[in-house]
């Protein structure tokens, strides 16, 4: 690429974050963000990249959808022998981050990853708009298939084979809840000068602390 990328820049202008508008509970203002970033961001403000690390030791990291964001914890959907199912089996630590350019806000999550309750899942897919249960079905993620047309054939047949029928949730998929240990509030100032406010879990509290940008 012969394009000059050190020209690719903005001054971030938004609100401070300061520790005393902050509160003492992260999920409090996780939520407050979100609201946020559901009115302002009309493009996927669920947004967010999740990694894991896999056997060799290797991150990898993809964008999923938050659906769900209770006491639990922050839950998210797939199938369980996908790669990242197959990492979570050997390594259940995972971080996400969501980033809303619109309002210069990143939020970094990091903590263990647990499958949720069975009729949590059943429950969420039989939400799920028709087309997207038959994907959940015909794709076997994750791995190597020969070509798209091979994709759409495998659709079509289970398109048939329930025709006229409830589409039943397949039992190698379902949901993920990470129990956050970690969160940080990042929000963009002028000059580069950001504010980082991290909440670190100690014996059941939330420990605020301010990071250099």
Known sequence: MNR????????????????????????????????????????????MVLSTVGSDGWPHSRVVLLKQRNDAGFSFFTNYDSEKGQQLALNNKASMTFFWPALSRQIRIEGHVEKVARHISETYFASRPRGSQLAARTSKQSTVIANRDALQTA?????QAFNGQDVPCPENWGGYVLKPKFIEFWQGRPSRLHDRICFT???NNWIITRKAP
């Open 155 to 159: 659709f079509n047949e289970e398109e």
């Open 4 to 47: 000059d990328l050190h020209s690719i820049r903005r001054d971030y202008q938004f609100d401070d974050l300061l520790e005393e508008h902050v509160g003492h509970d992260p999920l409090t203002l996780f939520d407050n963000w979100l609201e946020k970033a559901i009115d302002s961001c009309p493009d996927d403000p669920t947004a």
């Open 201 to 203: 879990q100690q014996d």
